[in-house]
């Protein structure tokens, strides 16, 4: 009998399998929903015309399965299938559709490249007076192509077109590293692309984050360096094996393009009556007098061993969405509301007279009925157009993107109609991962709102805001919210690779920065200095990954740089064990705290100190064991001991109280297991909920506080006072700011005030995904779906309705396949649906019943509860 075949082969965690930066590409598949769970699989390799089989493999595992075959070389293609035995039906399936694992250029000898870009000197130019380049390259091909591929990145950010067609949908890359020890290139397969006879190659050229305006305060121009310039190889291989390689090189040629200015920030002018629009096609004889616009490329340097090929799916355009309202004004302008504060540019269709110039403005908000550009600072987040009066135009900017739900159109040429204008949604193109419903159209609009943060400040790398001049790398918001995001999207190539930049801007004496990459900033900022919370990212970050994952790797990549956090703060706390030293943090932006001070919480931010310090020496200890450093795993647990004894002796009174008596303190150490027994843990529960209720059930944490303090009601037995806390719409609450139209979380939780007035602070954003971390206790306790064990192989089914919620559900692609559940409440009784992926066992934990356990499957249950509705 012939079983369903195994799909969606994938290699590492790349999109397609093109260009892996691995001579051993780990393997993984999925299994239909119904099927039952794989007893063994068998992996077919055609390589050069010759197949292997590593015949049948009696094994369950099917996640990032190690490479059997012979190692890739660069360059190397490998066409994979996989075959798979189960235990519901006797027999093999069929083979999976083939999967192609590619190499990249593995080795850095194996370039020939050198940047290239424009030989005027732009680099002392102010960074808003900038002018990008173009640079371009013809070629003649006389033999037949087979395959070709292009290797390319940049000094800055680039699009390249071939034969006049743009090469790949990505966005802004090579997106933002630590560009001097690591820049990624990317690889596309452009064999259709090329022609017999002449063909050209020209690539557009922006300053991005490698030589553009970066940081608030005025912000810093050329961290990385002044050149803009791009730099790639085109190899094409032919049908009698020679292959022909085009490099970048002084070769090439570079002119100012109809570009006028670029910024991340500010925005792009572009003046549509300068350059010809084939440009980057091969030149007839009626293009001759272009030849005066093109002049040498100057020619720049790059360590190649710093380049890196790219981790998982680039930035691209995930969404249109057309305005909702579009309203002309007395002045003859135009505001559009897109009903979503979203992250992306906007794309027009205009026609018109030669050099009408259309303006495109951008913000987050409305007051007084226009837009609210305070909070964005010093970021102009516009975008201008000139015509060039030929027909219909299309534009949309290159190489910037801004955060709004509102724009304002100025010199539109005659009535704005329907589909002139869309907003394209832009970020790393993650897939979607995990699901959440429920009864209640508020918190779902909560959730939402998470999702659409989520989408708007991952991009590239995880930022905190994508509006203002800032959207940096912060490590704590990402410290907060890794559990949330890995439910919600595989980012887990993402969120790899941005912690390698963190290991490589760690110091040497194991100093995390607040925000990687690093950049010149402001005192506090810099120089660099430990505080709690945020450099954590090291030791806590990787260990949620593996949770989410199951994949140790992950682990092992990032261990040096959470033992080395440990380790500084151990020699900050001494043989006290009590990080009482330094400037922290603390619990940021409590709702207490001045506006003007966001550090001012009500929270001994050395109390917060304290008990990060055990819970990442807690955490360092799970991965030393994971990975079989048995010297290691003992050592960061006795220290752990050690920290919440300390931490017991200096902030726990006799009475039971803590000396900071806030909702922040004793929800870390409920969460970080930081009291001694459960009757400790009992009365710092009480004491909470006590506190959540004299403060009207409204929100009294910050950014450290506010992802646990459900937790911390919920395990001490407050779970009504968690719903509460959820459920309340009162300023500060998570739904406030759903009642007042938020689309997106905000930064503050009266960024915008109940009397429709900003708040004064200089620091308020309208997208800033930290305090949704609150998402990862809706998916665990109102939904009731967890990972009991890394990777999902056994999972946690234990739904806790209230708030008068009468349903909720939710659903995750764990590596094994498709976990899910949900709940209805109808009178007395409760029926529950669950489903287990193949190869992996849950256990069911619904009310009044004892627990069940599951194997893979569906399985649909009625208990009686006392829910109250």
Same mark, same amino acid.
């Given at each position: 009998?012939?079983?369903?075949?195994?799909?969606?082969?994938?290699?590492?965690?790349?999109?397609?399998?093109?260009?892996?930066?691995?001579?051993?590409?780990?393997?993984?598949?999925?299994?239909?929903?119904?099927?039952?769970?794989?007893?063994?699989?068998?992996?077919?390799?055609?390589?050069?015309?010759?197949?292997?089989?590593?015949?049948?493999?009696?094994?369950?595992?099917?996640?990032?399965?190690?490479?059997?075959?012979?190692?890739?070389?660069?360059?190397?293609?490998?066409?994979?299938?996989?075959?798979?035995?189960?235990?519901?039906?006797?027999?093999?399936?069929?083979?999976?559709?083939?999967?192609?694992?590619?190499?990249?250029?593995?080795?850095?000898?194996?370039?020939?490249?050198?940047?290239?870009?424009?030989?005027?000197?732009?680099?002392?130019?102010?960074?808003?007076?900038?002018?990008?380049?173009?640079?371009?390259?013809?070629?003649?091909?006389?033999?037949?192509?087979?395959?070709?591929?292009?290797?390319?990145?940049?000094?800055?950010?680039?699009?390249?077109?071939?034969?006049?067609?743009?090469?790949?949908?990505?966005?802004?890359?090579?997106?933002?590293?630590?560009?001097?020890?690591?820049?990624?290139?990317?690889?596309?397969? +452009?064999?259709?692309?090329?022609?017999?006879?002449?063909?050209?190659?020209?690539?557009?050229?922006?300053?991005?984050?490698?030589?553009?305006?970066?940081?608030?305060?005025?912000?810093?121009?050329?961290?990385?360096?002044?050149?803009?310039?791009?730099?790639?190889?085109?190899?094409?291989?032919?049908?009698?094996?020679?292959?022909?390689?085009?490099?970048?090189?002084?070769?090439?040629?570079?002119?100012?393009?109809?570009?006028?200015?670029?910024?991340?920030?500010?925005?792009?002018?572009?003046?549509?009556?300068?350059?010809?629009?084939?440009?980057?096609?091969?030149?007839?004889?009626?293009?001759?007098?272009?030849?005066?616009?093109?002049?040498?490329?100057?020619?720049?340097?790059?360590?190649?061993?710093?380049?890196?090929?790219?981790?998982?799916?680039?930035?691209?355009?995930?969404?249109?969405?057309?305005?909702?309202?579009?309203?002309?004004?007395?002045?003859?302008?135009?505001?559009?509301?897109?009903?979503?504060?979203?992250?992306?540019?906007?794309?027009?269709?205009?026609?018109?007279?030669?050099?009408?110039?259309?303006?495109?403005?951008?913000?987050?908000?409305?007051?007084?009925?226009?837009?609210?550009?305070?909070?964005?600072?010093?970021?102009?987040?516009?975008?201008?157009?000139?015509?060039?009066?030929?027909?219909?135009?299309?534009?949309?900017?290159?190489?910037?993107?801004?955060?709004?739900?509102?724009?304002?159109?100025?010199?539109?040429?005659?009535?704005?109609?329907?589909?002139?204008?869309?907003?394209?949604?832009?970020?790393?193109?993650?897939?979607?991962?995990?699901?959440?419903?429920?009864?209640?159209?508020?918190?779902?609009?909560?959730?939402?709102? +998470?999702?659409?943060?989520?989408?708007?400040?991952?991009?590239?790398?995880?930022?905190?805001?994508?509006?203002?001049?800032?959207?940096?790398?912060?490590?704590?918001?990402?410290? +907060?919210?890794?559990?949330?995001?890995?439910?919600?999207?595989?980012?887990?190539?993402?969120?790899?690779?941005?912690?390698?930049?963190?290991?490589?801007?760690?110091?040497?004496?194991?100093?995390?920065?607040?925000?990687?990459?690093?950049?010149?900033?402001?005192?506090?900022?810099?120089?660099?200095?430990?505080?709690?919370?945020?450099?954590?990212?090291?030791?806590?970050?990787?260990?949620?990954?593996?949770?989410?994952?199951?994949?140790?790797?992950?682990?092992?990549?990032?261990?040096?740089?959470?033992?080395?956090?440990?380790?500084?703060?151990?020699?900050?706390?001494?043989?006290?064990?009590?990080?009482?030293?330094?400037?922290?943090?603390?619990?940021?932006?409590?709702?207490?705290?001045?506006?003007?001070?966001?550090?001012?919480?009500?929270?001994?931010?050395?109390?917060?100190?304290?008990?990060?310090?055990?819970?990442?020496?807690?955490?360092?200890?799970?991965?030393?064991?994971?990975?079989?450093?048995?010297?290691?795993?003992?050592?960061?647990?006795?220290?752990?001991?050690? +920290?919440?004894?300390?931490?017991?002796?200096?902030?726990?009174?006799?009475?039971?109280?803590?000396?900071?008596?806030?909702?922040?303190?004793?929800?870390?150490?409920?969460?970080?297991?930081?009291?001694?027994?459960?009757?400790?843990?009992?009365?710092?529960?009480?004491?909470?909920?006590?506190?959540?209720?004299?403060?009207?059930?409204?929100?009294?944490?910050?950014?450290?506080?506010?992802?646990?303090?459900?937790?911390?009601?919920?395990?001490?037995?407050?779970?009504?006072?968690?719903?509460?806390?959820?459920?309340?719409?009162?300023?500060?609450?998570?739904?406030?700011?759903?009642?007042?139209?938020?689309?997106?979380?905000?930064?503050?939780?009266?960024?915008?005030?109940?009397?429709?007035?900003?708040?004064?602070?200089?620091?308020?954003?309208?997208?800033?995904?930290?305090?949704?971390?609150?998402?990862?206790?809706?998916?665990?306790?109102?939904?009731?779906?967890?990972?009991?064990?890394?990777?999902?192989?056994?999972?946690?089914?234990?739904?806790?309705?209230?708030?008068?919620?009468?349903?909720?559900?939710?659903?995750?692609?764990?590596?094994?396949?498709?976990?899910?559940?949900?709940?209805?409440?109808?009178?007395?009784?409760?029926?529950?649906?669950?489903?287990?992926?193949?190869?992996?066992?849950?256990?069911?934990?619904?009310?009044?019943?004892?627990?069940?356990?599951?194997?893979?499957?569906?399985?649909?249950?009625?208990?009686?509860?006392?829910?109250?509705?």
């Amino acid at each position: 009998m012939t079983l369903p075949t195994p799909g969606s082969v994938t290699f590492e965690r790349s999109p397609d399998g093109l260009g892996l930066g691995t001579a051993r590409p780990r393997i993984s598949w999925r299994l239909p929903e119904a099927s039952g769970s794989q007893l063994a699989y068998e992996l077919e390799f055609q390589r050069a015309g010759l197949t292997t089989v590593t015949g049948r493999v009696t094994a369950a595992e099917r996640h990032l399965v190690p490479w059997p075959a012979e190692p890739l070389a660069s360059r190397d293609r490998v066409r994979v299938r996989v075959r798979v035995w189960t235990d519901d039906e006797p027999g093999v399936s069929g083979w999976s559709e083939p999967a192609w694992a590619e190499a990249a250029l593995l080795d850095p000898g194996q370039w020939s490249a050198v940047p290239v870009g424009g030989a005027w000197d732009s680099g002392a130019v102010p960074s808003a007076d900038r002018r990008p380049a173009r640079v371009r390259r013809e070629f003649t091909l006389d033999k037949r192509v087979v395959s070709a591929r292009l290797y390319a990145t940049a000094h800055g950010v680039y699009e390249a077109e071939i034969n006049g067609r743009r090469v790949g949908g990505d966005a802004l890359s090579p997106g933002w590293t630590v560009y001097g020890r690591r820049l990624q290139y990317l690889t596309y397969d +452009v064999t259709s692309y090329l022609a017999a006879g002449r063909n050209a190659i020209g690539v557009w050229l922006g300053d991005g984050w490698y030589r553009g305006r970066l940081g608030f305060g005025g912000g810093t121009s050329s961290i990385y360096g002044t050149d803009q310039s791009w730099l790639a190889q085109l190899e094409i291989t032919h049908d009698d094996g020679t292959m022909t390689v085009i490099a970048t090189d002084s070769s090439w040629q570079a002119a100012a393009g109809p570009i006028i200015t670029s910024s991340l920030y500010d925005g792009e002018v572009h003046d549509g009556r300068l350059g010809s629009a084939d440009w980057s096609r091969p030149r007839g004889a009626d293009r001759g007098a272009d030849d005066g616009e093109w002049a040498p490329v100057a020619l720049h340097e790059r360590d190649m061993s710093t380049l890196v090929p790219a981790q998982g799916p680039p930035v691209r355009c995930t969404a249109v969405i057309a305005p909702v309202r579009s309203q002309r004004r007395d002045d003859g302008s135009y505001l559009l509301d897109f009903g979503q504060n979203l992250v992306g540019r906007l794309a027009i269709s205009v026609s018109g007279p030669r050099g009408t110039r259309v303006a495109l403005r951008h913000a987050e908000i409305l007051v007084d009925g226009d837009l609210a550009m305070g909070p964005l600072r010093q970021a102009r987040a516009t975008d201008e157009y000139m015509l060039r009066g030929e027909g219909t135009e299309q534009w949309e900017p290159r190489f910037t993107i801004h955060g709004f739900r509102y724009a304002t159109v100025t010199g539109w040429p005659g009535e704005l109609t329907e589909g002139s204008i869309v907003a394209r949604v832009y970020h790393t193109d993650m897939e979607p991962a995990g699901t959440f419903e429920c009864s209640d159209p508020l918190v779902q609009r909560l959730h939402e709102n +998470v999702r659409w943060s989520m989408r708007g400040n991952f991009v590239g790398i995880p930022t905190d805001c994508p509006a203002r001049d800032e959207r940096l790398g912060w490590t704590g918001d990402v410290q +907060v919210f890794a559990p949330t995001a890995l439910f919600l999207y595989d980012c887990a190539a993402m969120l790899d690779s941005w912690l390698t930049d963190v290991g490589l801007e760690q110091l040497p004496d194991g100093t995390v920065p607040w925000f990687v990459p690093v950049i010149p900033s402001p005192p506090p900022w810099t120089p660099i200095r430990p505080g709690a919370g945020w450099g954590d990212v090291a030791a806590l970050t990787p260990v949620a990954l593996y949770q989410a994952t199951g994949d140790a790797e992950l682990l092992r990549r990032h261990y040096a740089a959470g033992r080395a956090w440990v380790d500084l703060v151990s020699s900050l706390a001494g043989p006290g064990r009590v990080w009482d030293t330094g400037f922290q943090l603390g619990d940021w932006l409590d709702p207490a705290a001045p506006a003007d001070d966001p550090a001012a919480s009500e929270t001994d931010p050395h109390l917060i100190a304290t008990a990060y310090f055990a819970w990442s020496a807690r955490h360092v200890s799970i991965a030393a064991d994971v990975l079989g450093d048995r010297a290691g795993a003992e050592k960061y647990r006795e220290l752990a001991g050690e +920290v919440a004894r300390a931490f017991r002796s200096r902030y726990l009174l006799k009475s039971g109280r803590l000396t900071s008596d806030t909702q922040a303190s004793y929800a870390v150490a409920v969460v970080f297991g930081l009291l001694d027994g459960e009757d400790a843990a009992g009365r710092a529960g009480r004491r909470l909920a006590e506190l959540v209720a004299d403060n009207g059930y409204r929100i009294g944490t910050g950014f450290i506080g506010t992802p646990i303090v459900c937790d911390a009601l919920t395990v001490t037995g407050h779970l009504d006072a968690a719903y509460r806390l959820l459920m309340q719409t009162e300023c500060p609450s998570w739904l406030y700011p759903v009642t007042q139209g938020a689309t997106t979380i905000w930064e503050r939780w009266d960024s915008l005030r109940p009397n429709g007035t900003l708040n004064p602070a200089g620091m308020t954003s309208f997208n800033h995904f930290a305090l949704g971390s609150v998402a990862d206790w809706m998916h665990r306790v109102v939904a009731g779906l967890a990972p009991a064990a890394p990777g999902y192989r056994k999972i946690e089914f234990r739904p806790r309705p209230g708030g008068g919620l009468t349903s909720a559900a939710a659903s995750h692609q764990t590596p094994y396949g498709r976990a899910a559940i949900s709940w209805e409440i109808a009178g007395e009784e409760m029926s529950v649906t669950m489903t287990v992926p193949p190869n992996c066992t849950a256990t069911a934990h619904l009310p009044g019943v004892p627990p069940v356990e599951m194997g893979p499957g569906t399985l649909r249950m009625r208990v009686k509860t006392d829910h109250d509705r």
